[in-house]
Structure formats: C-alpha cells, structure tokens
C-alpha cells in the first residue's frame, strides 16, 4: 500500500472492510494527486514567461483543480467544502477551509 498507517487514505486503499467514502478522505487524495501535478508543473512555469506562466496556472486552476474538487463536493455534500490551490510560483499545494454558507 503506498499510504502510511495513519492516512485516512490507507484505510480506503488497503482495507476491503472500508467502505464509506468521507470529504475528510477524498482531500487527503485529491491534495495527495495535486501535490504531484504542482511539483511538475512548477518547472514549467519556471521556464516560461509571465503571460504563459499565467495562462499556465490559469489552466491549472480551472482543469485540474476545480474541476476535480467540485465533482467531490457536490456528490458528498462537504461542508466545509473542499479547498485545494496549488502555486505554481513556488509549488506549494494549500488547503484553504471555506466556511459553509449560511442557510
């Protein structure tokens, strides 16, 4: 299994009896994958210009980000909503926590 003992992942991944999908795990895997795709891309905006280094992390935001982590929340219902943001500038991936809107 590729996830240590006390992931949440771990459970999910290696545990046949786990079968509840919660948002706490699926922000473990989505900050987990987007890790991966922010070390990459980050050389890549390193090695462009500004306007293509914005269009860059534009994509990067819309595509691969958002699109991902509003799939997960609307089909759990999360709240707080799930939050990822990777900075392409320094290759940070960050979670912000989103307060749930008021009824």
């Known amino acids: ?3 240590g003992d006390d992931s949440l992942l ?3 991944q290696c545990n046949d009896e786990v079968t509840e999908i919660t948002c706490d795990a699926v922000k ?8 991966c795709i922010c070390t990459i891309y980050k050389v890549i905006y ?13 994509v990067v935001d819309f595509f691969i980000l958002s699109q991902q982590v509003e799939e997960w929340n609307d089909a759990l219902g999360c709240s707080p909503a799930i939050s990822v943001e990777c ?5 940070v991936v960050r ?3 989103e307060e749930p809107s008021p009824s």
Do not use: M
């Open 95 to 97: 979670t912000p926590t």
């Open 87 to 91: 900075d392409l500038s320094d290759g």
């Open 46 to 58: 390193a090695n462009v210009g500004s306007e293509t280094g914005k269009r860059l992390q534009s």
């Open 28 to 35: 473990e895997l989505v900050t987990h994958q987007i890790d």
């Open 1 to 3: 299994c590729l996830y």
């Open 10 to 12: 771990q459970s999910y």
